[in-house]
Each structure stands twice: as C-alpha cells, then as structure tokens.
C-alpha cells in the first residue's frame, strides 16, 4: 500500500474489507465517541482514509451522512427522554442544513482533493487541541 503522508495515494490498493469490518468498526466509533463526548464522524473520517475505503471527497461525502444521520438519533434520543432543546437551537437547524448544503457543493464541485485533505487535517487538529484543553 502506497501512502502520501498518512493517506493511500493508490486507488487499486487498499486494506482488504471483510463483511465484518464496517459493523465492528461503527460501533466502536460509536462506543468511543459516546464515551469521550465528541461526533463519531471526527473519528471516522481519518479511519476510512487511512484504511484506503475510499477517496477523500467520497468520505467527505459519507462523513457527512453519518453525522447527519447521528444527529437525527440524538434528536430522537432527546425527544424519547423528554429532553426540550433551547429554541434558540431550533433557529440553527436550516441553518446548519444550508451549510452542509453548500459545504458539499463546494466540497464535490469547486475544491480540489489537495485542498480537501488541508481542510480536514485543520479540523481535526482543532478537535483535537480543543479535546486536550478541555
């Protein structure tokens, strides 16, 4: 397997998936990401890059899906508990959906993987710093 940096730079070779692997692995992620309180999509962004699943705009892609689709789980969560969320959080809803919106046409259609690859390492080293200091 050829790396660039952290990431596989070829796209015939990658880390063999068994049928077992991605179920295994989200539940890690979601075990894990529960316990230290952070979005399971930071983590599992850089596992599927690395293990070479897929190319940077494809994870982008599936990234956000699954955040997306974590995100809709916790509102359900909350509303099961009877958990009320401040109405000034319901305000960042579309907010956030045009966001993602724009974010994916951006991220699919005008930048490059090169400038992809940058924006990802800057946010995960600010999860990171922000998961240290906290």
Known sequence: LKFGGVF?????????????????????????????GIGGGIILTPIILMLGWAGVKETAALSALFIFLNSVAGFVGAATYEITVSQELWVLIPLTVLGGALGAYLGAKRFSVKVLKYMLAAVLL?????LILS
């Open 8 to 36: 596989p730079i070829s796209k015939d070779e990658q880390v063999e998936r068994k049928w077992w692997m991605p179920p295994v692995l989200g539940i890690l992620i979601g075990f894990v990401s529960g316990m230290i």
């Open 126 to 130: 600010f999860a990171s710093v922000k």
